[in-house]
């Protein structure tokens, strides 16, 4: 049973770029959070998606966005990269429910020059 | 903001008990306290979470004062793989998002 993955593993952009981070859920997980956590802190609530639809929403700009798909895979795509956009970006899958424990994949680092 | 306090680091030596303590004073009557730990360069990994009961699994157990305002976790009989930052976490409401604070880096010596 495959755990969270996430694609691709390190990425470099410049500054103004846009990229899109992807992610697959554990195995009958449908609800996929996203994390962004810079070096030496620990990690900050982005969005979280069920049911193709954002759910729930941390303290980033609107240049933060994502998507969802029917088998429940997400993407994090952010806009005008700036450096601080600089950090690992973590995707988690839970089930639907009341205290659920969230599944993490190992990240996407991404450095922005 | 984190509902919990933790020491910024801890050394335990290997083979030996390691007890983590949290303090969690705010905690409401329907919050559970949840552990996690990272490891260098991976993702946060669950170990364990309890309510009001002091639990216990194959990785760690988890004591909880009697009046929920603080717990501290044990890992039995610590190795050198269980280097990595410890979060303890309240949940804060339904929907699954957890608040992280800084956490506890904790170093095992041989």
């Known amino acids: 049973d495959a755990g969270v993955t996430q694609s691709p593993t390190h990425l470099i952009k410049t500054r103004g770029q846009q990229v899109t981070l992807r992610c697959s859920p554990k195995?009958?997980?449908?609800?996929v959070s996203w994390y962004q956590q810079a070096l030496g802190q620990g990690p900050q609530f982005i969005f979280q998606y069920y049911e193709e639809e954002e759910r729930q929403r941390g303290n980033f700009p609107d240049r933060f966005s994502g998507h969802q798909f029917p088998n429940y895979s997400s993407e994090l795509n952010v806009n005008a990269l700036l450096l601080g956009d600089s950090a690992l970006y973590l995707c988690a899958s839970s089930s639907t429910g009341y205290n659920e424990k969230l599944f993490f994949g190992s990240g996407t680092q991404l450095s922005v020059l | 903001d984190a509902k919990t306090t933790q020491p910024t680091s801890m050394d335990c030596a290997e083979g030996r008990a390691a007890n983590l303590p949290c303090n969690h004073s705010?905690?409401?009557?329907?919050?559970?306290v949840y552990w996690y730990r990272q490891i260098h360069s991976q993702g946060p990994q669950y170990i364990i979470h309890g309510l009001k009961n002091n639990e216990t699994n194959e990785m760690a157990s988890l004591i909880i004062t009697e009046d929920r305002k603080s717990s501290t976790l044990i890992l039995p009989h610590a190795t050198l793989r269980d280097t990595a930052v410890y979060y303890c976490?309240?949940?804060?409401?339904?929907?699954?998002?957890?608040?992280f604070g800084a956490g506890t880096i904790l170093r095992v010596k041989s």
């Open positions: 705010t905690i409401s009557g329907n919050e559970y």
């Open positions: 976490i309240v949940y804060m409401e339904y929907g699954n998002k957890l608040v």
């Open positions: 195995s009958g997980h449908d609800t």
